[in-house]
């Protein structure tokens, strides 16, 4: 029998296994069940399709995803791996073949959607037939409280029931205990090895900015960085959602949009084009995502904030799945703070709820507010710790802060004096243009310019002011009162400020019209390509795009960019040479070999 090792090696073409993938395989050859909860990314797949194609009899994988189903049966086929689905999108004939392979034999995975697994037909032809192990994929779909939840996960229990001996492996990236305790529950699964990796992605880059004009500041990210490149723009509103595609589009960056308002054919054509097209910009609400496999993302980009730290790693690890550097880039601004606390006030959720909300979104402002590593204050939420990582905006280029304390004071001490003096509020506009001491109309029709508080921050501009009230309204130093139309007002804690008693350090804002060549993709060196490989990794994606047309698959089924990459750099001029490249194993040599040694020697 081979091991695990010969297998990685042989059918995938990969060198070494990663992190506690052998250890998790190890578990469920030994017949144990197991819980593993893996950054997206991680390489979940593998885990059990391994021990699939090692055991005896086939591996029944429950996957959520129609969608994503046949792309993962594809890529396996192409492996040379004997694999197969079952789902509604399927016509009977098709579904009776799928049967009668599995009930002779030849399948070593079968796809299964749960709701379909749970009808009395394929529970009987599961018994009739000999099952390797069965994967719970996307297990944190059984979570009540996840955005996720599928009613038909909660049948998932009786497989144990029913196959008490055959070994189940339950798998999802979503990272907190309580979710790993409510799926071990919920699954039956108390008495599996849980295997919990780290959830650090160090091949994303994450960078935070300003955001002023966001969809300027949006094209400029991608035309500087990542044109030609697939990504994904998040947004919190189907509008903009539209207005972004649209705009995007307008300027020569090919993107469609993405959400739950559309009708559902339009919205599994755009999936589809997204997975198989290159260089296509998705711009989409949260509802796009969960298990978009498409492993050469290259960018994530939030141009609203999200509404948790959770949900903000959850997205933006849809970038860089193949471990090449991606990008995480997120353009936040003061609108989005009081946007997002309006959104909580007037929710219709209890007093819980709330609370709970305005922890999350303050977890989420720390991390934007943040003067040191943004990787270790994500992975801090997570319960890891690490060492500042040399891979974020703040460590490749430390932001300055400075006390802000006066600036503080003078803002607090403009938002009392107009309501103790005269009994007004106002928001944000007009308190700074009272500070900054601009005489508009209204400044005049008011009189504030007789305030005792006009004019006493000359020395900063709208954008620093904005800045200061940004990251007051972040620490909840200043409230908006959402039924006095968005005006400001004090909180129990500004007294301290006001008095003295708190240091206030601050983020110093640093008008920059492009990023630093320096904070741009940092590993962006290791990829780069001298000309004539260059040359050599055109012509083998284009050769790539060409056969993936007539495979109707999306190009990655084919070859990642990273195995074309490394062709191109190693220019091999033998099969034997070809079968070292990371990414080529025993099957793509044989149908691919001689076709990409000719292709490279064309060049
Ligand atoms: P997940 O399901 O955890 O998001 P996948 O199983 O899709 O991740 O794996 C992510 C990528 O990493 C895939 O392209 C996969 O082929 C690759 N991969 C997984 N394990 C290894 C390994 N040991 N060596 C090299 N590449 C790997
Ligand atoms: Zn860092």
């Not at 949006?218 to 539209?242: Q, T």
């Not at 910009?281 to 609203?304: C, E, L, Q, S, Y």
């Not at 968005?486 to 008693?501: A, I």
């Amino acid at each position: 029998m081979s091991t695990p090792l010969e297998t990685l090696q042989r059918v995938f073409g990969y060198e070494a296994f990663r992190g506690e993938q052998q250890a998790i395989i190890d578990t469920l050859l030994a017949g144990g069940d197991a819980l593993v909860l893996m950054p997206t990314g991680g390489g979940k797949s593998l885990c059990y399709q391994i021990p699939a194609l090692l055991r005896r009899g086939t591996g029944i994988v429950v996957s959520p995803l129609i969608a994503l189903m046949q792309d993962q049966v594809d890529a396996l086929r192409e492996l040379g791996v004997r694999a197969a689905y079952l789902n509604s999108s399927q016509d009977w004939r098709e579904a009776r073949e799928v049967e009668r392979q599995m009930l002779d034999g030849e399948l070593d995975l079968l796809y299964v959607a749960p709701e379909r697994l749970l009808t009395d037909r394929c529970m009987d032809l599961l018994s009739r037939s000999r099952i390797a192990l069965f994967a719970i994929d996307e297990a944190h779909c059984v979570s009540q409280w996840g955005h996720d939840f599928r009613p038909e996960y909660l049948g998932l229990s009786v497989l144990h029931e029913h196959w008490p001996d055959v070994p189940r492996i339950a798998l999802t990236a979503t990272a907190t205990g309580t979710t790993r305790e409510e799926i071990a529950r919920r699954l039956a699964l108390e008495n599996a090895a849980h295997f919990v990796s780290s959830f650090d992605r160090p091949n994303i880059l994450y960078r935070i900015v300003e955001k002023n004009e966001v969809k300027r500041q949006l094209l400029a990210f991608i035309r500087e960085e990542h044109m030609g490149d697939s990504g994904i723009v998040y947004c919190l509103s189907r509008s903009r959602v539209e207005d972004i595609a649209a705009f995007l589009s307008q300027n020569g960056i090919p993107a469609l949009p993405y959400h739950a308002g559309m009708d559902a054919a339009r919205r599994a054509e755009h999936q589809a084009r997204f997975l198989r097209e290159e260089g296509l910009v998705m711009t989409a609400t949260i509802a796009f995502g969960m298990g978009v496999n498409k492993p050469d993302v290259r960018f994530v980009a939030h141009v609203d904030l999200p509404k948790s730290v959770e949900g903000y790693y959850q997205e933006t690890g849809r970038a860089g799945r193949d471990g090449e550097p991606a990008t995480a880039w997120m353009a936040y601004g003061l609108q989005d703070v009081v946007q997002q606390r309006r959104m909580i006030d007037e929710s219709n959720g209890d007093e819980q709820f709330k609370r709970r909300s305005g922890r999350q979104l303050d977890a989420m402002l720390g991390l934007c507010e943040t003067v040191d590593c943004r990787r270790q204050q994500l992975l801090a939420y997570f319960g890891q710790n690490i060492q500042p990582c040399g891979n974020c905006d703040t460590c490749l280029e430390p932001p300055e802060s400075w006390d802000g304390t006066v600036a503080a004071q003078k803002l607090l001490s403009a938002i009392f004096r107009l309501w103790r003096e005269r009994g007004q509020r106002y928001g944000a506009g007009h308190i700074i243009d009272i500070l900054r001491g601009k005489l508009t109309p209204r400044v005049r029709e008011q009189g504030h310019d007789t305030l005792s508080v006009f004019g006493v921050g000359a020395d900063l501009s709208d954008q620093a002011w904005r800045g200061v009230l940004r990251q007051l309204l972040a620490k909840g130093l200043v409230a908006v009162d959402f039924e006095g139309h968005g005006t400001l007002m004090l909180t129990d804690d500004s007294r301290s400020v006001l008095k003295g008693e708190t240091v206030l350090m601050l983020r110093r804002e640093v008008a920059r019209a492009t990023t630093k060549a320096s904070t741009r993709r940092q590993a962006a060196a290791d990829t780069a390509l001298e000309p004539d490989e260059l040359e050599r990794f055109e012509a083998l994606r284009a050769w790539r795009a060409s056969v993936a047309r007539e495979h109707g698959v999306p190009a990655y089924v084919i070859f990642h960019d990273a195995t074309l990459r490394e062709v191109a750099r190693r220019n091999p001029q033998t099969l034997g040479e070809l079968a070292h490249v990371h990414g080529v194993g025993v099957r793509k040599l044989e149908a691919y070999g001689e076709a990409l040694l000719g292709c490279v020697a064309e060049v």
